[in-house]
């Protein structure tokens, strides 16, 4: 349960990226936006967040 709010503040932040890209920035289906976790696959190229548990 500690990475509760990580967790959630993660997918917000992919969200927000995926849905605010400059107009020269490829689209979604060129370029995904993904939160880090390592048993996902992935299509290449994409953006991965992969944030460090709080301590």
Known sequence: MPNLIEDRL?????????????DE????AALPVHVARRDEIRSRPCVVLN???AL
């Open 10 to 22: 993660t997918s917000l932040l992919a969200e927000w990226i995926d849905s605010n890209r400059p």
């Open 25 to 28: 920035f490829p689209n979604a």
């Open 51 to 53: 944030p460090t548990s």
